[in-house]
Every structure is written in C-alpha cells, then in structure tokens.
C-alpha cells in the first residue's frame, strides 16, 4: 500500500548516513570484491520512499556509497533521514547540509524513535513506526514544502500493518554495490534482555508480513539484481516461531523454483537449537548463518542480563546443533558486564576456541536510551557522558582500563590469522560439508558471475596471497578449498577473515571502537567514494 495522493507533487530526496567502521560493516573486505561498497539496503528509509505517494518523485542516496551532491540537493524539495545512533553525528551533519540549500528535514528511524531529544535541528521529528505519523508528514510537506518555524514532532499511535507494508524500493538503491542483501519478515522480540532496545521500540510481540509478501520481495531483490546472499534483519527470527514455520515452506519454494538463487541468514535466539522442525526446514531453505546474541558464556552474566533462554541448552551443545544443520553460528559478545571477573577475557577466549565460531563482534557493554539497563545505570549513577573519549558510556564495576586491555586482547588473540583460519577450516569439515547440495543456478553459470568470481580471485590473491603479511595461514586454506574446486568456500571465508583480522588489528592498536555504539571516534571512516 502507498499513501494517498494528496495536492501538488513533491520531489524528496531520501538520504542514509554514513555508518562509522565498525566490525560488523565488513568494510576491510570491500576492496577485494568487484566493487562492494556498503553493507547492506536501509529497509527503513527504502520503505518509506516505496509509501510515498505514486507521483511523487523519490531520490535515494546512501551516503556509504556516494554522498549527497548540490546538484541532489537542488533537484530536492524536502529531505528525509533515518539510521541508528551510531549514525547520529552523521544524520545531523546531512541536516546542516540540506539547511544550507533551506531545505526542511525530516528523521525517522530507531535512533530519533528512542531519543528525539538528540536532533535539535531537525524540521520534522518522525518518531515510531510507519502509520498516523507518516500520513500526516506527506500532508504537510504537500501543502507546503517550505522549513517549519518550529520543529514538528509527529507520532505514530496508529502503526500501519506490516501485511500492508508496500514492498521496499530496492529500485532506488545500486544493490549491487552492497555486501549483502536485505529483506525484513518480523518486527519486535518477546524477550526482555536489560541491555536491548527491541523490545521497548518495537513491542514484545512480533508483527509480521505474509509469506506472499516475502516471496514477491525476494523475486524483486532478485529482479534488481541481487545475487549471493540475503539476511533477514528481524529482531529474532523465531520472535514467533510458528511464523517462521508457516514462511519456511515457501522459502523451499522459491529456492526450487529459482534454483536456490540466494544463501540466507537470519538473526535468531540460541534456544533455535532446540528446535529441530525448524532448523531441519532452515536448512532446506538454505540457511547457511545464524547471528545468535551468546553474550557471554557466563551462567551468571546470562541470568543477570535476563537472557536465561541462552541457557535452554547448553551453549555449546547449542551451536555444535545449529552447526550440524549446516549453518555457521555468528556470535555477538559483551564485556564489561557487571559480573565480569579479571579471569573473564580468559574465559572468552576458551569459548572462542571451543565452538569453533569464527565470527563474533566483541563489544563492550554500551547503555542505550530507553531500555532497563540505562535506568538502572542512571539510578547507580554509572552512566558516563559520551563525550568522555571513553569507549563505553557505562562505569564497569571493574577498572575501566583493565577492561580494555582484556577486550584488546581477546580481538588481539580471537583474530590471530592461524585461529581464525582453523576455525574457518573447522566450519569447512563439519558445518558447511552439512548443507544441502544445490544446483549451479544460471546467474552462477553466468558470464557476469564468472567475471565476478574472477576479479575476487584475482583481489584474493594478489592483495591476500601476495602483499599479505599472513599468506603462508592463507595458503593453507586456499589450497585445500582448490584442491576441492571449491571456489565459493574459498571466497567467502577469506572475505570475512581479511576484515576480521584487518579490523582486529585497528581495534587492538587503539584505532578502532570497542563498541557498536561509542562514537569516540565519530567521523566513519568507511570510503564514501
Ligand atoms: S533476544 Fe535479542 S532482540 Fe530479543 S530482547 Fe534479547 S537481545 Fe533483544
């Protein structure tokens, strides 16, 4: 569904900020691909420039790409911006710049959601979900396009259904610049973990899109040419798990019918794992990752962070069984936790070599606006100011240096070249050797893929294989996946761990973020060109 036409036209320049580097971005990766240059499509900002009126002419900018020009600005009427908090510096560096050409702005997203009080210049504050509040932006910007006197605070009461959510306007976005796909089955999470946003921003019970809807956008994605892999970036995927059971058999269905045209992935909790119906359906779908928030493996940290349902199973036990259906486990971990110990980087680093995950994004704990953790910070008088050039906005009850150099030396070690390979070997032998066998589809077959393939090899081995200070660990591996023609395992892996390692290294020497969410080192340093 689009909103109603309502008065004259109005042309609206659709503009996503520049993230900072960060570990999950991928961006060390970028230059051994064919020309990736961003992570993955905003679902936030597309939809709503698919909601906006038929006649209304609609230019999307994401400013990891390219940023936004004069000549963009000029064509523009009115400017919308959306993104994280983590992006907060960039979305109001573009609102000074659309200022500058008297442009008004208007911000949605979950960042403005949880806390409008962090963008002060902004014309139009579209706080919540797509609904009242939408409808009544278009109005107003249809009436008269000109900046407000005052800045106008619109919230949604009344969310439009995701089953009418129009399909996101992936037309607008180069998808083919970006590392992954992406497409958003359900909204929300009925868990309560302290530290989390989710469930305060988007409710306990999940909201859904039909299985049609999924399907006819994973054959636009496809039709706008997205090839490779796409990741569902709901809050849990089993938020409600007889949705994901009523959408995986059509997502059997369309990988049959087009051949098995995308490798999935999704956010999901660990209790997955005792859930076999769906892991086994999972699999048949061609899921090949899951990102499961671990945290800790901690019993105590679990139980004290509210997040007792890593326990349903033993962490381990879990990810051997995600594993053995053939998809990679990618972890997220928090230190800084209140039950930490000085024996806790330790304890980590025992976990890192135990379940065999290559990928975790170790942070440390940052308190967000709006959840439990922050108020009970607040109420303990730990919450530190951001601007402290501190890495974390929380007092650990640890010393704060002790608990960076803890965090320093697990990146340091975690990411060793010869860990990480041998884990990546051990995902080789046991997870992936577990995956359904699928068909070459024609786009694989394909020239353009074959140049694809070609040019990555090529970036492979000469950045990696050649000028790399770890080719003799790379070596190992690539020739063991050439030994078995397995070009794929070989790309894909070797993307990933040249950013984890290039990525751990800046972090260690102190030049990156030991958290998602710090904006000490604000300017993103992600190429914008
Ligand atoms: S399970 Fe995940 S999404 Fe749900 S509240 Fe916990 S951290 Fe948030």
Same mark, same amino acid.
Not at 21 to 28: A, K, L, N, P, R
Not at 386 to 392: I, T
């Given at each position: 569904m689009r909103a109603e036409g309502i008065g004259t036209a109005r042309r609206i320049l659709c503009v996503f900020p520049r993230y900072t580097?960060?570990?999950?971005?991928?961006?060390?990766a970028y230059p051994l691909t064919d020309g990736v240059q961003a992570f993955m499509p905003p679902q936030g900002l597309l939809l709503i420039a698919a909601y906006l009126p038929e006649n209304w002419p609609v230019r999307f900018i994401d400013e990891n790409i390219r940023p936004a020009t004069k000549e963009d600005f000029e064509w523009a009427e009115a400017v919308f911006v959306s993104g994280m908090h983590i992006q907060r510096q960039q979305m109001n560096d573009i609102c000074r710049r659309a200022h500058g050409f008297d442009l008004a702005v208007a911000i949605g997203g979950p960042s403005v959601s949880a806390?409008?009080?962090?963008?002060?210049? !902004?014309?139009?504050l579209h706080v919540g979900e797509l609904g009242d509040a939408t409808n009544d932006l278009i109005a107003r910007l249809a009436r008269d396009p000109s900046r407000p006197e005052h800045q106008v605070v619109l919230t949604t009461s009344d969310r439009i259904p995701m089953t009418e959510f129009p399909i996101p306007a992936y037309e607008l976005a180069e998808v083919k610049k970006y590392f992954l796909g992406s497409i958003q089955y359900s909204s929300g999470c009925p868990y309560q973990c302290e530290f989390c946003d989710i469930p305060g921003l988007y409710g306990r019970n999940p909201r859904l899109k039909t299985p049609q809807q999924i399907v006819a956008e994973l054959d636009k994605l496809r039709e706008c040419g997205v090839t490779g892999s796409i990741y569902?970036?709901?809050?849990? !995927?089993?938020?409600n798990r007889k949705a994901a059971l009523d959408l995986l058999p059509h997502l059997i269905e369309w990988q049959k019918r087009t051949g098995y045209a995308m490798r999935l992935a999704c956010e999901a909790t660990l209790n997955i794992a005792k859930r076999p119906e769906i892991l086994e359906k999972m699999r048949e779908a061609f899921f090949v990752t899951v990102f499961c928030g671990i945290e800790t493996p901690d019993p105590d940290a679990l139980k004290a962070m509210h997040k007792d349902h890593n326990m349903m199973v033993p962490i381990l036990e879990g990810i051997n069984t995600i594993n053995s259906y053939g998809m990679e486990v990618v972890s997220g971990i928090i230190m800084g936790l209140d039950t930490d110990k000085p024996e806790t980087g330790d304890a980590l680093l025992q976990f890192v070599e135990q379940s065999q995950i290559p990928l975790l994004t170790i942070n440390l704990l940052q308190a967000l606006p709006k959840t439990p953790l922050w108020d009970r910070l607040e109420r303990e008088g730990r919450l530190v100011n951001?601007?402290?050039?501190?890495?974390?906005n929380v007092e650990f009850l640890l010393p704060y240096d002790q608990v960076v150099e803890s965090w320093r030396k697990c990146m340091e070690v975690s990411y060793e070249p010869e860990r990480l390979f041998a884990r990546y070997q051990y995902q080789c032998d046991y997870t992936y050797a577990r995956r359904i066998k699928v068909p070459v589809t024609p786009e694989q077959k394909s020239w353009t893929n074959i140049k694809r393939g070609l040019i990555m090899l090529r970036n492979i081995f000469w950045k990696?294989?050649?000028?790399?200070?770890?080719r003799k660990v790379f070596w190992k591996f690539a020739l063991g996946r050439l030994r078995r023609g397995d070009i794929e395992g070989l790309i894909g892996p070797v993307l990933v761990a040249h950013h984890l390692i290039m990525f751990a290294r800046a972090a260690s020497g102190g030049q990156q973020n030991a958290s998602n969410y710090s904006i000490r080192l604000r300017e993103a340093s992600v190429p914008a060109e």
């Open positions: 580097s960060s570990f999950g971005t991928f961006e060390y806390c409008p009080d962090y963008y002060p210049s !902004f014309d139009y569902f970036v709901d809050d849990n !995927f089993i938020g951001d601007d402290d050039g501190r890495d974390s990696v294989g050649v000028l790399g200070d770890y």
